[in-house]
């Protein structure tokens, strides 16, 4: 078939389905009743918040103010059960309705009050989903993309040249520094296939 190839090696790698991972939300606004709202609703969606972040000004950018409103501030939150690497995207799409159906309330004088951004966090990298394309992300479905925003080296999360300057903050590395221990425990705990 292949005349001129030389085959080396008879065993093809085989595909293998990874460990389940723990989804990580970033909720972000101006508005602090929003944060108990947007929890409650991603509780009713993803189970229970495991671990929570302490809220923390956000004032690397002012990017988001024409959308957003001045004076935001972000809390991150991390919830019990684990989820698919493989639902990232779905994910996502829906945190972004629902940021949509908080802007159609019309009680919010902000185009965007709300702002959700999903991510997923394994022992070795954090990653954030996003709607927008760059050189260093990866393309998942329906318009949604990956990033790898920190990686788990020497004992801590490390930025990557393109890392996002809010989760470069002391407060935002201890908590997944947090986040990766309690993760450690939730696949400890987990049922062996084998037994």
């Known amino acids: 078939m292949f005349p001129d190839a030389v085959i080396l090696g008879s065993q093809m790698a085989q595909a293998r389905l990874p460990s389940p991972v723990l989804l990580v939300v970033a909720v972000f606004s101006r508005h602090d009743k929003l944060f108990a709202y947007a929890v409650d609703h991603l509780e009713k969606h993803f189970g229970p918040v495991g671990l929570a972040s302490l809220p923390y000004e956000f004032e690397q ?3 988001y103010e024409a959308t957003m409103g001045k004076r935001l501030k972000k809390q991150l939150f991390a919830f019990d059960r684990l989820i698919d690497a493989g639902h ?18 019309g009680t919010y004088s902000e ?10 966090l394994s022992l070795g990298k954090f990653m954030l989903a996003t ?8 393309y998942l479905s329906a318009g949604i993309y990956a990033e790898v925003t920190l990686r788990f080296q020497a004992g801590t999360f490390e930025p990557w040249p393109w890392t996002y300057a809010d989760y470069r903050l002391p407060v935002v590395i201890s ?21």
């Open 61 to 63: 950018t002012s990017y």
């Open 111 to 120: 185009p965007r009050p709300l702002n959700l951004d999903p991510g997923i």
């Open 175 to 195: 908590f997944l520094n947090s986040a990766r221990d309690f993760f450690r425990q939730k696949l400890r705990e987990r049922p062996r296939k084998d037994a």
């Open 131 to 138: 709607t927008k394309d760059q050189a260093h992300r990866i």
């Open 88 to 105: 990232l995207a779905e994910t996502k799409r829906r945190t972004n309705e629902f940021e949509q159906a908080v802007a159609n309330l």
